[in-house]
């Protein structure tokens, strides 16, 4: 141990220091974002707050890597786990013998197995338990939904091209990466220009297209052809395409399903009864064109989405299931800890909405049922967290965001995004569509409210809109139905004779009005959504390297511990030797297993009987049958428990009932050993 390492604190100490470390590196990222927004920031002081989060990385990473070398629990053997995934054919790169494509991979026989089953708990765990509507949406989207969402605009970056070979570049990727040749070629530059070229490479993503071509140039910035690239382009991270023959119809692969539930959610409000709250769902694929696809399928183009848009009443956010979750505890890591202590706290979800934490119960509730939606497939409880949105982090309307996170070998991942979008994506569909979205909340009691009685010039209305007449009466009639919401329409007319509404302009000629109160026994509202958005792609990754270890005795056996429920096979049926007796045996049982709906692998192979364990071990099969000489004699085979390794003994005509119970939870292991004799069976 050098001298620096045993200078540095160890076991609960260096995990404070490394919590208070993560707090300062959240804060000071924060503080650099605020400044790169802030016009009045100048360059000088970017520049200062960029080293110092560099920084603070630098020694967080010192300080992880020395926590690792002083735990080798705490070490993931990546190396040995890539090898299984892909021996064993669990996922494999798309394209393969072509060379493959960044960012497209395909699933093996186990991980797609392993996929539907993970897919059917969820609909299971949400759906049918919370009566969800399911909706399954096209994947093609035109351009105006995704125009009007706002998924056009924001999901840009710049882009040049080669113009000899046409290939596309990053533009401010590459003024980052010729900056650092620069520096690195000239390590004797003199401090000043050094930190002159450094504040240019911070604004690098911050440039307009001039402003980045202009830097280019300056900088000598050449394509691979030798040739100065083309001007900079913004270069949108949706897949485009053009709908009919025609090429005249533009649109888009969806990079998310929820735009398909807001769109039909007067048909899906209809499809519920009129009834508030209600919630739909939607398993599907979602697509992104990736720049810079890495870390496996935790950063893909295509991938598979399970997203649920739970509509409530915005004055009314409580939800009825909540007490039921409500001792469930939950490991959150709020905005105040982040930039803090750096450490989460463990209460209960009761507790979080109670003290504010979490904004509202719905959200609380569906952060609950996801956690124990994730421990029901088999996630390692102590390697999840809900982290918090920071509100530099926040989009304008969003009321309180929270993620689910998985630590895995790459850190902690964002796997499920849980947030209150408050009214925004049913708001903006429906004044651009010019389509009311809203629901209406039945009193008990009528109630006494003020609003705007109107007498529209029909006449004048047509005059000014023509086919639009409607669409404009209808705009106003609704905004009548609440005097707070007419009264900056009356007071525009009255001061300037005219105002926009929904993008019309209304003269004071056009109508008169009159401010009365009357009594309804209705309101009417435009719903807030609540969305959990899972990321089925990540997720199954994170399980995958949460159920992979290496048996202590040899650590060349890798075993994969998926639960009965997700196993992509339940069960294994081995004979112990090639007889045709035996085999008839092994037939039987596997017909009976699968007659059942629990997919069986059968190894007749002549490979030792530890060896077929192991293979079976490897592709996570949690249970296996071995079919022996008693079995001839006495119809009794030995049932083994793939984590334990221990073997039961028990009538044939058992087994499928068995391994039955134990994938739908309804038996466990350890009542199976009180249950039946246990015995002794090596495995060499």
């Known amino acids: 141990m050098s001298s620096s390492d045993a200078a540095l604190p160890s076991g609960a100490a260096l995990q404070d220091e490394i919590d208070s470390l993560n707090a300062q590196i959240t804060k000071q990222g924060a503080h650099v974002r605020t400044l790169k927004k802030e016009s009045s920031s100048n360059a000088d002081e970017i520049a200062a707050a960029v080293e110092e989060l560099k920084r603070l990385k630098l020694h967080a990473e010192t300080l992880r890597k020395h926590q690792e070398a002083s735990d080798p629990s705490k070490t993931f053997n990546r190396k040995v786990f890539d090898e299984l995934i ?86 401010d990727k590459l003024l980052e990466d010729v900056i650092d040749e620069l520096l690195e070629a000239n390590p004797g530059m003199p401090t000043e220009e050094r930190e002159r070229h450094l504040r240019i490479q911070i604004q690098a993503d911050a440039f307009s297209p001039a402003e980045l071509d202009e830097q280019l140039a300056q900088y000598g ?136 934490l979490v904004n509202n119960e719905t959200l609380a ?25 920071l509100t530099t982090e926040m989009a304008h309307y ?54 705007a009685k109107l007498k529209l010039d029909r006449k004048a209305l047509g005059q000014a809109f023509k086919g639009d007449q409607r669409v404009v009466a209808r705009v106003l009639d609704a905004l009548a139905e609440n005097w707070v919401d007419f009264e900056p329409v009356a007071t525009a007319l009255e001061s300037d004779g005219k105002t926009t509404v929904d993008g019309f302009e209304i003269t004071k000629n056009m109508l008169t009005w009159t401010k009365e109160t009357k009594k309804v026994h209705e309101i009417k509202f435009t719903p807030s959504v609540i969305e959990p958005s899972f990321g089925m792609g990540r997720i199954l990754y994170s399980l995958l390297e949460h159920c992979f270890y290496q048996r202590d005795a040899d650590e060349q056996r890798c075993v994969m511990k998926f639960k009965p429920a997700v196993a992509p096979q339940k069960c294994a049926v081995l004979p112990i030797s090639s007889s045709d007796e035996m085999n008839a ?100």
């Open 221 to 356: 910035c050449k394509a691979p052809s030798g040739e100065p690239y083309g001007p900079s382009f913004p270069f949108n991270l949706m897949f485009k395409t053009s709908i009919g023959p025609e090429g005249t119809a533009v649109g888009y692969l969806r990079p998310e399903t929820a735009q398909g539930l807001f769109v039909n959610f007067r048909r899906l409000l209809d499809a519920n009864s009129q009834k508030m709250p209600f919630a739909a769902a939607q398993i599907g694929l979602g697509f992104r064109n990736e720049i810079a696809p890495r870390s496996g399928l935790l950063r893909v183009r295509e991938f598979c989405m399970a997203e649920i848009e739970h509509f409530v009443n915005p004055d009314d956010k409580s939800h009825p299931n909540f007490s039921s979750v409500a001792d469930k505890e939950l490991v959150l890591f709020g905005r105040d800890d982040q930039l803090g202590s750096g450490k989460t706290k463990t209460i209960t979800a009761g507790e979080a909405v109670a003290t504010g």
């Open 585 to 684: 045996v092994v037939e039987e049982i596997a017909a009976s297993l699968m007659d059942s709906d629990l997919a069986t692998r059968v190894d007749k192979s002549t490979a030792s009987l530890g060896r077929r364990y192991a293979r079976a071990d490897e592709v996570g099969v949690p249970f296996a049958v071995t079919v022996d000489f008693d079995t001839l004699a006495d119809g009794s085979v030995t049932l083994r428990e793939r984590d334990s390794t221990v073997q039961i003994r028990l009538p044939k005509t058992d087994v499928t009932k068995v391994v039955f119970d134990f994938v739908h939870g309804r038996f466990s292991w350890d009542e199976a050993i009180m249950t039946y004799p246990v015995v002794q069976v090596k495995e060499d």
């Open 398 to 451: 969003a009321c309180d965001c929270w993620d689910l996170e998985i630590q895995s070998s790459y850190g902690w991942v964002e796997c499920v995004g849980h947030a209150d979008r408050a009214c925004y994506d049913l708001d903006v569909h429906g004044k651009a569509t010019k389509t009311p979205m809203v629901a209406t909340l039945k009193l008990d009691e009528p109630r006494e409210v003020e609003i």
């Open 86 to 171: 892909l021996r064993k054919m669990f996922i494999v790169p798309s394209f393969e013998i072509h060379g493959g494509v960044k960012g497209l991979f395909d699933l093996g026989p186990p991980a797609c197995a392993l996929k539907a089953a993970i897919v059917d708990v969820w609909r299971k765990h949400f759906v049918l338990a919370e009566s969800m509507l399911e909706m399954e949406c096209t994947c093609l989207t035109p351009e105006v939904v995704l125009k009007t969402s706002g998924h056009v605009d924001r999901f840009t970056d710049l882009m040049v091209k080669d113009p000899v070979s046409g290939e596309c570049f990053r533009a």
């Open 365 to 389: 509730y569906f952060m609950a049922r996801t956690q124990l939606f994730m421990e029901r497939i088999g996630m390692d409880p102590s390697r999840l967290r809900f982290r918090q949105h």
